[in-house]
C-alpha cells in the first residue's frame, strides 16, 4: 500500500489538530508537517515534498490561493488541495487560476476530505458539488477579463507579497522587515501597486485585497514569518515594533484656578 505524505497549512491551532486526528484514522495517510501561514506553506513544502498540502485559504502573510500558485510552480509534484468556508465566485475563480488540484468546502463529510486527498494523489482534480456548480456558472458569464484572472493577475510576486502586508496593517518599516528589502523599496511597490490597481489609498488597497480573497475581514497580523529563521511573533498593535494603535485625544483642559487654589480664593472672599 502506497502512503500519502501531507503537510496541514492552516493558522488555527484547533483545525489542524481537528484536521490531524481525522487523518491519522485512514491508513494510508501520514501527516509530515504542519504550517500556520502561507509563507510557512510554501517553505515546508520545498523542504518536505509531501504528496499534498491541505491549505486554509484565508491564510496570514500569504494567501492560500497564492501560495498554492508558488506550489504549483516551484514544487509542482506537491499537490494543493485547498480546504475552505468560502464558496464566493471571486476566491474560487482564484484558486482556479493558481492551480491547485482541488477546492472543498470545510463542512464537507470526513470522507469527501479522504477522498479529496487520494485524488488529488493520484494526480487528478476534487471539488466539492457546490463549487463545481459555481465554477460552470462562471464560465459560462465570464467575461475575459475574468477568465484571465483581472488586474491581479498582472502584479508581480513581491508586488502581492507587498498588498497582502499592507492590507493585514502592517507598517512600511514592519514590512521591509518581514520580506527583508528596504523601506524604498516598499514604497515603490506601494505607488505601483495603487498605479496598477487604480486604488489610490491603503483603505482602497485593504478592499481591494479583501475583496480578492487575500485576507479575512477580521484578520490581523500576529505571525510574521521571517525568511532568515523560525517563525517569531509579531508585537500586538500599541507594542514597540508594532503597527500603532490610534492614541485617544486628551480631555480639553479649561483654564481657570486649580481646586485648591479655589479653595483658597473663596476664603478669601469670606474673610474680607
Not at 456548480?133 to 467575461?143: H, I, K, M, P, Y
Amino acid at each position: 500500500m502506497t502512503t500519502i505524505t501531507v503537510l496541514l497549512a492552516d493558522d488555527h491551532n484547533i483545525v489542524r489538530a481537528g484536521m490531524r486526528a481525522l487523518l491519522e484514522t485512514a491508513e494510508d495517510i501520514r501527516i509530515v508537517g504542519e504550517a500556520e501561514n502561507g509563507q510557512q506553506a510554501l517553505q515546508e513544502t520545498q523542504r518536505l515534498r509531501p504528496n499534498v498540502v491541505l491549505m486554509d485559504l484565508a491564510m496570514p502573510l500569504l494567501n492560500g490561493a497564492e501560495a498554492a500558485r508558488r506550489i504549483t510552480e516551484q514544487v509542482p509534484a506537491s499537490k494543493v488541495l485547498i480546504l475552505s468556508s468560502y464558496s464566493d465566485v471571486q476566491r474560487i475563480m482564484s484558486v482556479v487560476h493558481s492551480g491547485a488540484a482541488g477546492y472543498l468546502m470545510k463542512e464537507s463529510a470526513s470522507e469527501d476530505l479522504l477522498m479529496a486527498i487520494r485524488e488529488t494523489a493520484a494526480g487528478n482534480t476534487f471539488f466539492s458539488p457546490v463549487i463545481c456548480e459555481r465554477l460552470l456558472a462562471q464560465w459560462r458569464a465570464a467575461s475575459p477579463d475574468a477568465m484571465t484572472g483581472g488586474a491581479a493577475a498582472k502584479l508581480t510576486n513581491r508586488e502581492i507579497d507587498v498588498l497582502q502586508l499592507i492590507a493585514e496593517g502592517y507598517l512600511s518599516k514592519q514590512i521591509a522587515n518581514i520580506l527583508s528589502i528596504s523601506i524604498k523599496t516598499i514604497e515603490k511597490h506601494r505607488s505601483t501597486l495603487m498605479f496598477k490597481l487604480a486604488r489610490h489609498n491603503i483603505a482602497r488597497l485593504t478592499r481591494y485585497a479583501m475583496a480578492n480573497g487575500m485576507i479575512e475581514s477580521t484578520q490581523i497580523p500576529n505571525m510574521p514569518f521571517p525568511s532568515s529563521g523560525a517563525p517569531r511573533a509579531l508585537p500586538k498593535p500599541g507594542k514597540r515594533g508594532g503597527p500603532p494603535r490610534r492614541a485617544l485625544s486628551p480631555e480639553p483642559q479649561l483654564s481657570g484656578p486649580k481646586p485648591a487654589e479655589e479653595s483658597s480664593l473663596m476664603q478669601a472672599r469670606v474673610e474680607v
